[in-house]
């Protein structure tokens, strides 16, 4: 009897365990901008995601910002999270967040050939040069984000301090080229799509671009937490894997018809509109997801000079690449 | 707990001096509470349950608003909450009692104002926020208008109850000793409503300044919401905390001098001593 009560605890204890390996890691992926993080768009593409429901599942999850973001990484609530390069040392210095990893890139501004963020005053302003911003309004979607530290650190560059010697306006970013006619701010920043605004192209003009003020800028990076890579890394490689493959799909110009269609489906504007959509005239997305760690780290240096975040953060260390390295190296063979 | 009042003091003790130390003994009963929930967070705090993130310590936060305050920018923010609440909220008294006033009086008004009330009152107003920016920008005069749309319905809702719940001896009286309207709603209407108008400020008047620091977090720019949302972007949670003490702070205070003031305006009146949220 003793020898069967044994076997039988035996038995539920491997099935427990096999059960326990078979169950596939849970991932939850923020995006905050539609189309631009890959986020909003890799469950469009369910075909390619070939280890989804073995290894790992995947939940995409739409947040409101960059805060609601990082309060959700340090909550646990939140394994891959999309961060632009002033939150990423936002969340390892002032949230405390040291084992956050640098995983993968998602898009990178100013690269040679590709779209630039471009700052726009108003031909009549009498604005020519970033001095003449001197006691001037200045348009920006908040405080610490990548192209309100863009911004800043042109305008540092020429001498000019925010309160001392320009003023800073909150809005959000579609509602920019208003802000800037309307003449409630005498420079914004204008970002995809809303550069494209006929109105801002008529009566606007680019004073200076991103790659001016900051060289190439790692804008956005996919993070995650040191222990989740550590504990589910075989299942992280499956995921990468797959998003690499699906990234692949996107910058496939001869998909780009039903790449049009499927960003017209989530952000229910007209498909033609999505010409420039992971073209050239778009910023740069590494095909491979490999983020420029070296711009990355002037970018992160840059946040620090102005102030946002008070020590030093060293890039390289608080990155993780041999994921994406894995995942691309295994779509070659 | 044993119930002391004016009546127990000490033989020999001044009457002043024995009301004095009442008050004083229930002021510091009725901080217990606050005092408990304080040192709970200190304790919770830096038991290491949580990250500084997560919750900062009541001495930091507390150390943050001192920094804030010797820099000006606690000044500052809480004045700019404050302008925009408070003239909102005179906006609303003002509309508010006065469109009351002309439901309760005239049949027009009543039928042209009642379904905007009955379908307003209940409405998430700051619904109306894109619209409001879109329509009126990202400034002052949006901020202030979404606060009106908000805080102005209670004291509209207050004022009709207030002139309908009016004795009618009260009325048919001054009509028989000769009053004409004016003098009628003047003297008579209007005074007799005027605990329930009250209520209906006092209603408002936390709700202008909830509004107000909820438009400033979707809106951003200067003010405490303003200030806490910018906190929230940088990670700096003990600035988010120091702005939620802040308010707590403010909004306390309003409640207590919109009390105070009732007491004082209704002192002939007998539910002058027991206002609401006193």
Redesign the interface.
């Known amino acids: 009897m003793r020898l069967l009560k044994l076997a039988l605890a035996g038995a539920c204890a491997l099935a427990l365990t096999a059960a326990a390996k078979a169950e596939p890691v849970k991932i939850r992926m923020s995006w905050v901008v539609p189309v631009a993080n890959w986020g909003s768009v890799i469950l469009e593409k369910k075909d390619l995601l070939t280890h989804l429901g073995k290894s790992y599942t995947l939940d995409v999850i739409r947040y409101q910002g960059t805060p609601q973001t990082i309060t959700a990484i340090a909550n646990n609530e939140l394994e891959v999270a999309s961060l632009a390069y002033s939150s990423f040392a936002i969340a390892i210095d002032n949230a405390g967040l040291d084992d956050l990893r640098v995983i993968a890139d998602e898009f990178q501004d100013g690269v040679p050939g590709y779209y630039t963020d471009q700052y726009y005053v108003r031909k009549d302003s009498g604005i020519n040069k970033v001095e003449d911003l001197k006691g001037k309004v200045i348009g920006t979607n908040g405080g610490g984000s990548a192209v309100d530290v863009a911004i800043r650190a042109m305008l540092h560059k020429h001498g000019l301090e925010e309160k001392r010697d320009y003023t800073m306006l909150e809005g959000p970013l579609p509602a920019m080229p208003a802000m800037l006619l309307e003449k409630k701010a005498d420079l914004i920043p204008a970002v995809l799509p809303f550069s494209f605004n006929p109105k801002l192209r008529e009566e606007g003009r680019v004073l200076f671009n991103q790659t001016e003020a900051l060289g190439i800028t790692q804008m956005i990076i996919l993070v995650a937490r040191k222990p989740f890579i550590d504990k589910n890394r075989a299942a992280m490689v499956d995921f990468m894997e797959d998003l690499v493959r699906v990234v692949h799909w996107y910058l496939d110009p001869k998909n780009h018809d039903e790449v049009a269609k499927i960003a017209s489906a989530l952000t229910k504007v007209p498909p033609e509109r999505f010409g420039w959509l992971f073209t050239k005239q778009d910023t740069y997305r590494d095909i491979d997801l490999l983020p420029n760690l070296e711009a990355l780290q002037r970018n992160v240096d840059t946040t620090r000079e102005l102030g946002f975040v008070k020590n030093k953060i060293d890039v390289a260390g608080h990155s993780d690449l041999s994921l994406v390295k894995e995942a691309a190296a295994r779509l070659k063979k | 707990m044993a119930r002391v009042t004016a009546t127990d003091r000490p033989n020999g003790w001044p009457e002043k001096a024995a009301r004095i130390a009442v008050t004083l003994y229930w002021g510091a009963a009725r901080a217990v509470s606050v005092v408990v929930l304080l040192a709970a967070w200190e304790l919770l705090a830096r038991s290491g349950m949580f990250?500084?993130?997560?919750l900062p310590a009541l001495s930091d936060v507390i150390e943050r608003i001192w920094r804030d305050g010797l820099s000006g920018d606690l000044w500052i923010n809480t004045a700019l909450t404050l302008y925009r609440a408070l003239t909102a909220f005179c906006i609303c008294a003002v509309g508010g009692v006065l469109i009351g006033m002309a439901m309760s009086r005239n049949v027009i008004a009543n039928w042209f104002f009642d379904p905007i009330v009955s379908v307003g009152f209940p409405m998430p107003k700051i619904a109306f926020l894109p619209v409001v920016?879109l329509w009126l920008?990202?400034f002052d005069v949006s901020k202030i208008t979404i606060i009106v749309i908000d805080a102005i319905f209670p004291v509209i809702a207050a004022t009709v109850i207030a002139i309908q719940g009016v004795e009618k001896e009260l009325i048919w009286s001054a009509r028989n000793m000769g009053a004409s309207n004016r003098e009628l709603l003047t003297q008579v209407i209007l005074p007799a409503a005027s605990p329930q108008i009250m209520t209906g400020l006092q209603v408002a008047l936390p709700l202008s300044l909830i509004v107000a620091v909820v438009a400033e977090m979707l809106?951003?720019?200067y003010g405490l919401g303003g200030a806490m949302?910018?906190a929230?972007?940088?990670?700096?949670?003990t600035g988010v905390f120091a702005g939620i003490v802040e308010i707590a702070v403010v909004g306390y205070a309003l409640v207590k001098i919109m009390a105070l003031a009732r007491r004082r305006l209704l002192i002939w009146h007998q539910e002058a001593n027991a206002p609401s949220t006193a």
Not at chain 2, 51 to 54: G, I, K, R, S
Not at chain 2, 232 to 237: E, I, P, Q
């Open positions: 990250t500084h993130y997560q920016i920008g990202v809106m951003g720019g949302i910018t929230s972007r940088f990670a700096n949670s």
